[in-house]
């Protein structure tokens, strides 16, 4: 997931420092995280922003080196944000840092742009190590994310391998439709309003793929999809 393999080592030789944007409804937490990383050597935050509609507004004027980005916001969520920032101003690294752990939720992120996804039960100070390790080009989860996204994938390959006596799921021309909006992030509500049908409809829809292949989520459905050539990826 890094964009560029050498890195950027801003604020690592005193040569300017890595300027940083924090986005987070909680304006304690915001506050606090201002002002440690402020005393951090190569790091200076330039703004915040309390919402998801403000973090894309300062990240447009600011062009911030890194944007620490909360998943759940008014007006906004994180994970549409970070793919507003993303397309807008591509130079810029996002770590969302949040309290979900949802594996939805890391999904999305990452094919939204994210540059990693950290909970919140990290340090300051590894918050700190991580802006300098993500202009360096590389990709940060925490450890609990990182293992349970491993799980998913071990769980889908086992399941793979063990239907061999399964024809193959067959899905509607509409499911395929819904399977490529959950492949691009979108939530049932959002489908539903691509689509012009209820959000009802679209659970149902959902509730019917997940059950043709045997899945548990969402997450687990695309990348099924992915790897069985059901959609590509590159046309979402």
């Given amino acids: 997931m890094p964009d560029d393999a050498t890195g950027d080592l ?30 951090e050597d190569g790091i200076e935050v330039v703004a915040e922003a309390e919402n998801g509609e403000e973090a894309v ?16 916001m008014p007006r906004l969520d994180g994970i549409e944000a970070t793919r507003r920032v993303r397309s807008e101003v591509p130079t810029t690294k996002i770590i969302m840092l949040t309290v979900s752990d949802e594996e939805d939720d890391l999904y999305e992120a990452i094919k939204a742009g994210a540059n990693g996804y950290l909970l919140k039960e990290i340090s300051v100070e590894e918050v700190a190590e991580s802006v300098r390790a993500v202009m360096q080009g590389q990709s940060l989860l925490s450890p609990s994310m990182a293992s349970k996204l491993l799980n998913e994938f071990n769980a889908l390959v086992k399941r793979a391998e063990g239907k061999q006596q399964f024809d193959g799921p067959v899905l509607t021309n509409r499911e395929l439709e819904v399977l490529r909006l959950v492949a691009k992030g979108m939530s049932n509500r959002e489908i539903a309003t691509e689509l012009y049908i209820s959000e009802n409809t679209v659970k149902n829809h959902v509730r019917n793929i997940l059950e043709k292949l045997h899945l548990h989520n969402r997450m687990e459905a695309v990348i099924y999809a992915v790897k069985e050539r059901l959609l590509d990826l590159r046309d979402t």
Avoid at 10 to 39: C, K, N, P, S
Wanted: proline fraction near 2%; charged fraction near 35%; glycine fraction near 8%.
């Fill in 57 to 72: 507004e300062r990240a447009r004027e600011l062009a911030p080196d890194v944007v620490l980005m909360d998943v759940r």
């Fill in 10 to 39: 801003r604020g690592l030789d005193g040569e300017g420092a890595i300027r940083v944007l924090i986005a987070d409804d909680q304006a304690l937490f915001r506050r606090g995280l201002h002002v440690v990383l402020d005393t």
